[in-house]
Every structure is written in structure tokens, then in C-alpha cells.
């Protein structure tokens, strides 16, 4: 933690730098992390108590100064919006944060062991998802995703798949973030290729199918181009899987998260 | 023989003497030229009016006074298009948006680039002739990226608005500051980003910073001297016409900017000067009121500055709608209109004589208005306004449309502009306001319900307000669109890509994948009689023609 600011906050606990800082996470926070600090399908829950890249108010400071680099966080005032907020305002942001915080650590709701047991095993999660360089390439890498999207979220991807596709974790404000759109395409010879997209633009495509396999398509020498929302994950119901097994592969994604 | 001879030294003699008289005649004829191309080299305020009789130049903006970004040029056409092929790339080393219109005249290109770099190019292979860079204090306010979007050409300057809102007069054959003129001050929030606009001896320029509450303005300096010969508030100060749009104090930080380039009428010497949102951006509470002149296109007399019409496309704007789309001078029906594409989602047609509405007709996807006043104007609804909690209204802040720049084609007499289907969650976030520092009141962000967000290019004919053709986009662009004699209409990607249609159809004919996405508007020229389109995308700029 070499060269943190060791700065206290001069506005903690003030009500009114609170309400203040409100507004300035709204502004300028909210698009990732939601309009109560939740946090939502770009950023993570911040009324958590416990914060992956920030122990104190200091790091916070530097944190929200500087953004985290290879994450979708930028640093204060580079997304193009603004010259970003002063000193001043990032500490009322702070204050707030600190004053929407569940003080309270909720006690884990799930069995990590028996969570990693599932992601590896029966529930099939790994078979598209990598997590620490282990698993399938279909789906996104989820050794991040405990750290950066609520338990809600998470529950909400694996309940119902296709109600938000995935986008990449970096570039929140990327116009065309991969998003893990079901691709069915016929080429020329009548092959049929159905994959998530990895990349697209007008002119071509490029696919990976359920087999891994990246797939380079011109769009005008196919026989058929389809695109869906649809996503490729199977709809996890609670006959599949549990509310409680559920519960588990959460909780030990939640343990990658944080440290 | 020595007559002979005699008379071949005459001959050899008299040949002398025609090649002497011939030598001279060319020495003449080569001073005469080299004076004639100094004359040249001027931009007359003549040429730029009549800039339709040298189609290889791009001397304005928008290519011409009307604001069409219309080349007569047609080597490239339907039939070769997809054939072109790129001929020189200049990087310029900035990082960020290229917002830049580049300018050609006489062979030679004059661009800007991120952070105030203006340059001077070889149109034909790209190589630099001259580069300038602004020494920007370490505060500016820029709003959006430290951009710019081109500069003016008259006499033997080229003209800067800068980030830190001095204007600025460099010499056009070796980049030289000429003069310097600060116009506002950029602590509160001021800054330049427009291609200013020459009309006669005035150079037209336009504030930037309806995020920073600063009191809109449209300057006009002398060429010569940079001295202000006018200037025109866009908020109304007390006493003026206008004023009482405004709740108590909140005109002194009203916004209304004027950040894009307008027309110029010489027929009527008016110039057309559309505007930006009132400030805050995103809250109307402490700013009751019609808030004038913001969101409105300006009829001003080019001589002094002074008022003749305007009209106001959105009322008390909170959803930072600014109006400030080129507006395009046409000529249909025996009326002489003006036709905006606004940002708040209508195609709006107007009697430039008067200002009087035509018509009104959505072109994208619009939530906030249902209902016409009296004029035909479209009205918010009572549910568009920006809640504590967030709602969704459509389009989204961003706009249908926004700065890039569109075209009308004479050929299909269609009006073509780069459109979004996007809808955003508005919430209100009230903030005081502190000179200098961003001042939205609001919170907006894309309604994750409208997934996914969708871009066009879409043809609208203006006499009816008929969307005639479209074209979708893999995903929004923020390309601007030109139109040439070839048949042909350009315009780029968000992924990358330079693309040339049909103008009749929108069938992509041609395209090139050039590494960054584009934000910037194409145009075309010639050079020895050959014809190249140029863009810029990434930090670079692209120039392409046949093989």
C-alpha cells in the first residue's frame, strides 16, 4: 500500500455531505454501481462493508482519484464527461458511501466448498465459465464477478440468463461491449454455426461456437445471418438447481471477490 | 555561301530572337502566374460564397454556406466506389476524439486535432507542411473531450477557437499565430470546440460549456485585426427581449452555448446559429420559464449581430436536448426553408425568411412529447420530466442526433443524418452552482429496458418528413454523413469502419476498416484533378480515391 494518501476524510458522518455526495454519486457513480450504491450488472455492491480494493477512506479516495486499472473503473474525470469532481466532492461521495453501508457483514448465506464443488461438478457452470484459468471459454470469467456484481445480480444471470446479457467487465462505457449474443449462421457450403458473438460490425463477425471453436464470418457470404438475445446459457430453474446449491456456487464466488 | 551563311545567322538569329522574345513572354507569363497564385492562395469572402464553382475545395464547415456537406465531385461514383482505396493516413499523435472537419483548398488540407493541434497538409500525400499546438493551462473545462471540429479559411489565415476560449488567427502558410484573442474566461467554464464560420471580413465563433452554467454567446471578430465587431448573448440580459423566460437570477448562468457551426444566407446576409441546452442541463426547478434562447435556432444579421427570427425546438429543456445540429438551407417547392434534424428526435422544416414552423415529424423513437401547440411545435408531456427516483424517457440525453454533422443531397433531395434509438433513465440530482464546475442538476443513464441501443443512417425527404430510406448500424455511430455528384453518401462506424452507399438506396458499396471509431464528418476534394474522400477516425485522419 506504498504511497496511499493517508488524508482522513474531513467530511466523515456530516448528514449534509452526505446528501451532497448523493447527488455527486449519482452523477457520476450511479451509471455502474446504481442509483443506491447497490451496485447492478456493471459495478459492485457498494453498501457492502467489506470492498475488494479499498480498506479505509484514504484508498477510497485514491481509488475513486485514479480508477483501477483493467476493471471498468475509470479514474476521476476521464469518461469523457467533465472535468471530474474536486477533492472536496469525492470526500462527500466517500461520506455518503460510508453512511448507505450495511454495518454488519451479512453472514454468508452459502457453503463456498460446496459451491466450487458444484461450479466444477454437477451444476456445469465450468463447462462454458472459467474461473482462475480453470473451465470453458463460452461464458465470461467469473473470478472477478463476486467482486464486481451483487449476489442479486449473479442469482438473477443464472435464474433467468436472458433477461441481461453479459457485457465485457471493462469498458463500461464502450458503445459495443461484447454482450454474449446467440449467433446462428449458414455459410456458403451450408454449414450451420451457432455461437456467442465475440465481436461484430457491419461487415463481419467473429464467433465462438460450443466447441470453442472462433469462427471468422464475412456477413455477405453467408447463406443466413441470425442474431438473438437469447442467450446460450440454459435457463438454471430452481428444479435444476437449488435455491440453497445456488446460494452455494454464489457464495464461493463471493469468496474470489473478496479478500 | 557567305549569303548563305548570312542568312542562316539571320535565321539562327531571328530563331534567337523568338526564343529571347519567347523566354520573355514565359518570364511574364510566369510572374503574371506566380501573382495570379498568391491571388489564389486568398480566400476571398467571393470564393467562399460561390464556393460551388471550385468543387475541388473544401473551404467552409459544412462545405458550403447552405450547410449541405454536399461535393459536386463525381470521378467516384456508384460505378467505382468499390474500387476506392486509401491513400495516405496522417496520425496525429493525440489521443481521444477527432471531431475535426478538415479544409482543402488549393491542394492543401488544414485540420485540428485533441488538445488545440491545428496542422497544414499535402492533400495529395499527407505530408506535413505545418503543425501548431496550443500551450492549454493545466485547468481547462472542457465538457465532452478536449476536441475540435475544424477551422475557418479566409484571406491568407486559418482560424482556432480553443479550450481555453481565446480565438485565434494562425497563417495559413506557415501556421504562425497571427493574433490572439481571448473571448471568455475558461475558469468559469468556458471553452472553444466549434469550427468558427467566415462570412465576409467576420470570423463567427460560438461558446462551448452548457455543463458549466457559463451565459451563452455567438462572437464575430475582424479577420485582420481579431478585434469583436459583435457579439449576440444567447441568454437575455435584463432589459432584453427574452429575459423574463428566465426564473429570478438563473439567466446569469443559463447556458444555452452554441457549439456547432451554422449557415450563412448571402442572398439575405443572415446567418443561421443553432444553440444548446439552458444550464443545469438536467433540471428545470430554479429556472422557470421558457428559457430563451436556448435550444433554438438564430436568425442574426451577419453585419451586427442583431436578431432578426428565432425558433425554439424545446421548450425548458431537462433532458440536455441542445438544438445545436446543423441546420441545412433548402430550396424546395418555391420555398426557401431551413431544416434541422434535432436532437430531441423531430425533423423540424422552417421558412428561413421568417422563421415560421413547416413542419415537425418525429424520426426516431420519442417518448417525451404527444401533443402539437398551436404552431405545430411538438410539447413535453407531463411525465417527461426528470423524478428523484428515475424514469425512463426516450431519446436518452445523447439524443436521435447530435453534433455529428448531415447532408443534403441535391441529386435525391433527401436529407440524411446519423440516428439513435436510445432511451435513458433521468433522475434529478440537484447541485448548486460554483463557477467552473460542472453543473448538470441530473443523473442519466441508458434504460437498460431499451436494449440494445440502435444507429441508423437515415434518408428523410424534407418536403414531407418521410424517413425514405435507412440503413442500421451495427451499433450507434457519432459519424457525420456527406454526400457527393457520384451518387454516393459516406459516413463511418462506431467500430471502425469508412463506408460509401448508394445514396439512393443506402446499399453499402464499399468500405474500410480503419481502426478506430469515428466521430468526425467526411468531405471531399480533388487535387489534380483527382477526387479524395477524407475522414477522421481514432487519432488519425484518412484520405481515400480510385486506384
Not at chain 1, 3 to 11: D, F, I, T, Y
Not at chain 1, 214 to 238: G, N
Not at chain 2, 303 to 321: A, V
Request: with cysteine; hydrophobic share 35%; glycine share 10%.
Amino acid at each position: 500500500m506504498a504511497g496511499v494518501c493517508q488524508g482522513q476524510n474531513p467530511l466523515a458522518h456530516d448528514p449534509k455531505a452526505a446528501k451532497a455526495g448523493e447527488y455527486e454519486f449519482r452523477i457520476n457513480c450511479a451509471l455502474c454501481h446504481g442509483l443506491g450504491a447497490k451496485g447492478g450488472g456493471r459495478g459492485p455492491d457498494l453498501t457492502r462493508a467489506v470492498k475488494k480494493h479499498t480498506h479505509n477512506d484514504a484508498e477510497m479516495f485514491q481509488v475513486i482519484s485514479n480508477g483501477i486499472p483493467g476493471t471498468a473503473m475509470p479514474a476521476n474525470g476521464t469518461n469523457g464527461q467533465g472535468v471530474g469532481m474536486t477533492d472536496r466532492e469525492i470526500w462527500q461521495i466517500i461520506t455518503y458511501i460510508r453512511s448507505q453501508e450495511v454495518k454488519a457483514p451479512a453472514k454468508p448465506v452459502g457453503n463456498a466448498a460446496h459451491g466450487k464443488e458444484l461450479f466444477y461438478g454437477d451444476a456445469n457452470c465450468s463447462l462454458c465459465h472459467m474461473v482462475q484459468g480453470k473451465g470453458g471459454r463460452l461464458g465470461p470469467d467469473l473470478s472477478g464477478v463476486g467482486g464486481s456484481r451483487t449476489s442479486e445480480a449473479i442469482i438473477d444471470s443464472v435464474r433467468n440468463p436472458s433477461r441481461r446479457l453479459a457485457w465485457g467487465l471493462t469498458e463500461a462505457t464502450k458503445e459495443f461491449p461484447q454482450e454474449y449474443e446467440t449467433v446462428t449462421a449458414v455459410t456458403a457450403d451450408g454449414k450451420q454455426i451457432k455461437g456467442v458473438t465475440l465481436n461484430e460490425d457491419s461487415f463481419t463477425v467473429q464467433v465462438m461456437d460450443s466447441s470453442e471453436r472462433i469462427h471468422l464470418l464475412e456477413k455477405d457470404q453467408l447463406k443466413s445471418f441470425q442474431k438473438s438475445r437469447e442467450s446460450m446459457m440454459p435457463k438454471y430453474t430452481a428444479e435444476i438447481l437449488s435455491d440453497k446449491d445456488l446460494n452455494d456456487i454464489v457464495a464461493f464466488l463471493a469468496s474470489l471477490g473478496a479478500k | 555561301m557567305n549569303r548563305g551563311g548570312r542568312k542562316i545567322l539571320n535565321r539562327r538569329e531571328r530563331r534567337a530572337k523568338r526564343r529571347r522574345s519567347l523566354r520573355i513572354a514565359l518570364l511574364g507569363l510566369i510572374v503574371l502566374f506566380s501573382i495570379l497564385g498568391r491571388g489564389l492562395a486568398q480566400v476571398t469572402p467571393d470564393r467562399l460564397a460561390n464556393s460551388a464553382k471550385e468543387p475541388q475545395n473544401w473551404m467552409t464547415y459544412s462545405g458550403d454556406y447552405s450547410g449541405k456537406r454536399y461535393s459536386a465531385l463525381d470521378q467516384i461514383s456508384v460505378i467505382n466506389a468499390n474500387g476506392l482505396v486509401p491513400k495516405w493516413v496522417y496520425q496525429t499523435a493525440a489521443t481521444g476524439k477527432l471531431e475535426t472537419t478538415p479544409l482543402v483548398v488549393d491542394g492543401i488540407m488544414y485540420a485540428t486535432a485533441q488538445d488545440d493541434r491545428a496542422f497544414a497538409l499535402d492533400a495529395r500525400t499527407g505530408r506535413p507542411i505545418w503543425m501548431y499546438q496550443r500551450q492549454l493551462p493545466g485547468d481547462i473545462r472542457p465538457c465532452c473531450g478536449r476536441v475540435n471540429r475544424g477551422m475557418a479559411i479566409l484571406g491568407d489565415k486559418v482560424f482556432l477557437g480553443t479550450l481555453d476560449a481565446h480565438v485565434i488567427a494562425l497563417d495559413a502558410k506557415t501556421g504562425n499565430v497571427v493574433w490572439d484573442i481571448p473571448a471568455a474566461d475558461y475558469r468559469t467554464g468556458n471553452s472553444f470546440t466549434v469550427a468558427p464560420l467566415a462570412v465576409k471580413n467576420l470570423i463567427v465563433i460560438g461558446i462551448s460549456g452548457g455543463e458549466y452554467g457559463v451565459r451563452g454567446f455567438i462572437d464575430a471578430y475582424d479577420a485582420d485585426t481579431g478585434a469583436r465587431k459583435w457579439r449576440f448573448y444567447t441568454v437575455p440580459g435584463p432589459g432584453e427581449a427574452g429575459h423574463d423566460t428566465w426564473e429570478g437570477n438563473s439567466w446569469k448562468v443559463g447556458g444555452a452555448p452554441a457549439w456547432n457551426t451554422g449557415t450563412y444566407d448571402p442572398a439575405t446576409n443572415q446567418i443561421f446559429w443553432p444553440t444548446g441546452n439552458p444550464a443545469p442541463s438536467n433540471r428545470g426547478a430554479g429556472r422557470a420559464g421558457d428559457n430563451l434562447y436556448s435550444n433554438s435556432l438564430l436568425a442574426l444579421d451577419a453585419d451586427t449581430g442583431k436578431l432578426n427570427w428565432y425558433f425554439q425546438f424545446t421548450k425548458h429543456d431537462e433532458h440536455d436536448w441542445d438544438a445545436t445540429q446543423v441546420p441545412i438551407m433548402v430550396d424546395a417547392g418555391g420555398k426557401k426553408l431551413i431544416a434541422q434534424a434535432d436532437r430531441n428526435g423531430f425533423f423540424y422544416v422552417l421558412d428561413r425568411t421568417t422563421g415560421k414552423l413547416i413542419s415537425a415529424t418525429a424520426y426516431g423513437k420519442t417518448t417525451w412529447s404527444d401533443s402539437k401547440d398551436a404552431e405545430g411545435r411538438p410539447v413535453a408531456n407531463k411525465q417527461a420530466s426528470p423524478t428523484l427516483e428515475g424514469h425512463t424517457v426516450c431519446p436518452g440525453a445523447l439524443g436521435t442526433t447530435n453534433f455529428m454533422a448531415p447532408t443534403y443531397d441535391p441529386q435525391t433531395n433527401l436529407f440524411y443524418v446519423t440516428a439513435r434509438d436510445q432511451c435513458d433513465i433521468f433522475s434529478t440530482a440537484p447541485q448548486p452552482y460554483e463557477p467552473g464546475h460542472a453543473f448538470y442538476g441530473s443523473a442519466y443513464f441508458p434504460s437498460e429496458e431499451a436494449r440494445p441501443y440502435l444507429g441508423f443512417l437515415k434518408a428523410i425527404d424534407p418536403t414531407t418528413g418521410e424517413i425514405k430510406q435507412s440503413f442500421q448500424h451495427a451499433s450507434p455511430t457519432w459519424s457525420g454523413v456527406l454526400s457527393t455528384a457520384g451518387g454516393l453518401v459516406f459516413s463511418g462506424d462506431a467500430e471502425g469502419n469508412f463506408i460509401a452507399f448508394d445514396a439512393k438506396s443506402l446499399k453499402p458499396l464499399w468500405h474500410f476498416q480503419m481502426g478506430g471509431a469515428v466521430y468526425a464528418a467526411p468531405i471531399a476534394f480533388a487535387v489534380d484533378g483527382k477526387e479524395y474522400v477524407a475522414i477522421a477516425a481514432g487519432s488519425a485522419i484518412y484520405a481515400f480515391g480510385l486506384p
